[in-house]
């Protein structure tokens, strides 16, 4: 019995030891990943307060930031994967773009327009998006989903040679597979069909559901799909395009993805507000490029066949460029855009987003264009889809309404639109919203639109929504208690990440 009890408690000790020596080796293992982890992010990241934010994780949860980082950060092999996307160049369009370029430098086209938003904002694009300015189009506001699917369905339904659709978010729920059956109809009377999903948008679609199209002949592909959708859903790169082009002679873009809650059929988001925009004519062609960038990506497949590029009747005289952005861009195309837009403003600055969470420039230019005289408004909603960006939305209204800025909460339903007006001359509609994310992490797409009766119309709309919006007040809102104070801290806290 004794040498049993020797035995055991020999036993014991060794593997305490074996044990204590196990948790000594990850602990300098973790600790040494996390520390070359800070200094990859140090050196990484150009954006200091993302820097700052991740870090800070790091020092706090090591263990637990560490594995985020590797699971979600912006790192080099992400970086280097979406350099595929641009190796595949249009040279027809980028060469339009350079010609273009050169002769609004040697002649000034627009020099003599009333403002410098269009001359300044179309060059910008021209250098920064090789994206060239179009004249022969013609477009149509769609306000709203019920407006939005029924000019969609009406315009697949007509489709001969082609369909392209890439969607963040597509559902399998009525008007999604009201859609998915035309498509497979479609298909099977030989029209080509292609479409990228997002992974992370798309999680809980369904194998079922794509199976479907793909039996049917249609060609379907994730973009950038990853291990843990969920978590994966506010924390990395994605694809929150929405884009249909449709023979290379009509599209759409805008704020509104595949689903029934865009009929305003979320109980808990109510009556859903939004703003679409179809597309006839030239500029179809910088829209199927972005498509067809996006489709060597995700299936290697290279298209650049003329028959996607048609020549084209006359529609209209509205001068449109269509700008793209996301971790493949040289620059960051949006961005610059809208802090172009805001900085050369002389008269009014009108903006809907859903998400108020700008960087440091684009926080600036507001309320120094509010100080200097400019009408500035911004119609926000007034209830959270996702509680964090809500809370980093709010926690930038107080400097705003300081700076003279008039800020308005949507009070109807849930205000998804996105939208930039300037001067009654100038609008950006498409789907990136003023935060960080769309300015730096995710594909986005907009139309940049240089038509004064489009703009009007735009305006009417904005003029609409705050009719069913309630302005901030500064007075109103320094009264809020500490909690709400400190939920928009912890907001903008991450803001950098979300």
């Known amino acids: 019995m ?13 593997y305490d030891e074996v044990l204590q020596k196990i948790t000594t080796v990850f602990g300098i293992f973790f600790t040494l990943y996390a520390f070359f982890i800070g200094i990859i992010i140090f ?37 280097k994967r979406f350099e595929k996307k641009k ?39 021209l250098k920064n998006s090789n994206s060239p300015f179009t004249v022969n189009n013609n477009t149509e506001i769609l306000t709203n989903g019920v407006k939005t699917y029924s000019s969609i369905i009406n315009e697949l339904k007509k489709a001969k040679h082609h369909i392209h659709m890439e969607y963040f978010i597509i559902r399998n729920d009525k008007i999604g597979n009201k859609i998915k059956d035309i498509l497979i109809e479609k298909s099977k009377a030989g029209v080509e069909i ?64 595949i689903g029934d809650e865009y009929l305003g059929k979320n109980p808990n988001l109510g009556f859903w507000r939004d703003t679409h925009m179809k597309i006839s004519g030239e500029a179809i062609y910088s829209l199927q490029n972005i498509f067809l960038k996006d489709w060597y990506f995700v299936s290697s497949e290279s298209i650049s066949h003329k028959e996607y590029y048609p020549k084209l009747k006359h529609y209209g005289e509205q001068i449109l460029q269509i700008a793209s952005s996301g ?41 120094t264009a509010s100080l200097s005289g400019i009408d500035v408004r911004i119609i926000i909603p007034s209830k959270p889809d996702h509680y964090l960006v809500y809370w980093a939305s709010k926690s930038h209204i107080e400097e705003l309404l ?26 950006s509609i498409g ?6 994310r769309s300015f730096r992490i995710n594909f986005e797409v907009n ?52």
């Open 327 to 367: 971790p493949d861009s040289d620059w960051e195309t949006i961005l610059q855009a809208y802090f172009t837009m805001i900085s050369t403003a002389e008269k009014r600055i009108w903006i809907t987003t859903p998400y108020l969470v700008p960087d440091e420039s684009i926080l600036m230019a507001l309320k």
């Open 194 to 257: 292609r479409i990228i999903y997002d992974s992370v948008g798309c999680w809980k679609l369904g194998k079922k559901y794509i199976r479907s199209l793909e039996e049917a002949g249609v060609e379907v592909y994730p973009f950038y799909p990853v291990i843990f959708p969920v978590l994966s859903r506010q924390l990395n790169y994605r694809n929150h395009r929405k884009i249909i082009v449709i023979d290379g002679k009509v599209g759409f873009l805008g704020g509104i993805n």
């Open 2 to 14: 004794i040498s049993i009890s020797v035995f055991e408690v020999r036993t014991n000790v060794t």
């Open 402 to 427: 300081v700076a003279g800025v008039k800020v308005y909460t949507y009070e109807r339903g849930f205000i998804h639109s996105k939208l930039l007006l300037v001067d009654g001359i100038g609008a």
């Open 87 to 125: 190796a595949i160049d249009f040279e027809q369009l980028s060469q339009i773009a350079y010609t273009q370029e050169k002769i609004l430098n040697e002649i000034g086209l627009f020099q003599n327009d009333d403002s410098m938003v269009k001359s300044r904002l179309i060059k910008l694009i």
């Open 43 to 79: 050196l990484e990241s150009h954006n200091s307060s993302k820097t700052i934010a991740w870090l800070l994780i790091l020092f706090l949860v090591p263990v637990v930031g560490f594995i985020f980082y590797i699971l979600f950060g912006q790192n080099i092999r992400k970086k």
């Open 431 to 436: 789907t990136a919203n003023l935060d960080i």
């Open 447 to 498: 139309a940049f639109v240089y038509d004064n009766d489009v703009v009007k119309r735009l305006e009417y709309d904005f003029m609409m929504d705050i009719e069913d919006s309630k302005e901030v007040l500064l007075e109103e809102h320094l009264q809020r208690g500490i909690y709400t104070k400190f939920r928009e801290s912890l907001g903008r806290l991450f803001s950098p990440l979300l």
